[in-house]
């Protein structure tokens, strides 16, 4: 018994499972890669950071004024840390999450030189994950003018890029409405070449 059952809890069923996810869900079975030139460059599914490289003079970390941000993450130090995915866990009293917020809010604000009254709470926020890679509409489109503006595009086609990428609530009902900002990222990067 131990041996039919290897043969087929062990073999047999994961070979079937593997076979119908790429016939039927290829892109999603092959985690959901984002590809630049052939190669991949990045999973649709994870969010990650970008930021400026570090440079003499220039603090390490510093958002990247040319890329759509993603929303804070608590997972890891650094945050998007796959093998730290998680919350903080800090409650709505919790002091040093009032602080964080307000900071963010500061911070995001001056950024994206906006009022600090018009800056989303998921750009305030951490997801449950820490990993999440899509940003609220409203977000997305409060950063148009910061990143045409550095990168000298002109603002009307970054917001249309934008639209082309909110995705609308799952099955019609469920959840927000939401953009993904690495495959946004991937388009902003080809958008002087159309």
Do not use: C
């Amino acid at each position: 018994m131990l041996l039919v059952f290897t043969v087929i809890t062990g073999i047999a069923y994961p070979l079937v499972v593997t076979g119908i996810a790429q016939a039927v869900f290829p892109h999603q079975a092959n985690g959901s890669l984002v590809k630049d030139g052939g190669g991949p460059v990045a999973s649709s599914l994870i969010g990650q950071r970008f930021n400026l490289p570090s440079q003499k003079g220039q603090p390490s970390g510093s958002p990247d004024p040319k890329w759509f941000q993603p929303r804070p993450s608590a997972a890891g130090p650094a945050g998007y840390d796959p093998k730290s995915s998680g919350a903080s866990n800090l409650g709505p009293n919790n002091a040093g999450l009032v602080k964080a917020v307000r900071d963010r809010r500061t911070a995001v604000a001056a950024f994206d030189r906006v009022p600090p009254s018009s800056v989303p709470p998921d750009a305030l926020t951490a997801s449950g994950s820490g990993l999440d890679p899509d940003i609220s509409p409203a977000y997305a489109y409060e950063q148009v003018n910061r990143v045409a503006k550095a990168r000298s595009l002109d603002p009307a086609a970054v917001r249309k890029l934008v639209a082309e990428h909110v995705q609308g609530r799952t099955l019609g009902f469920l959840g927000q409405g939401r953009v993904n900002v690495i495959v946004l990222n991937h388009d902003l990067a080809a958008l002087k070449r159309r």
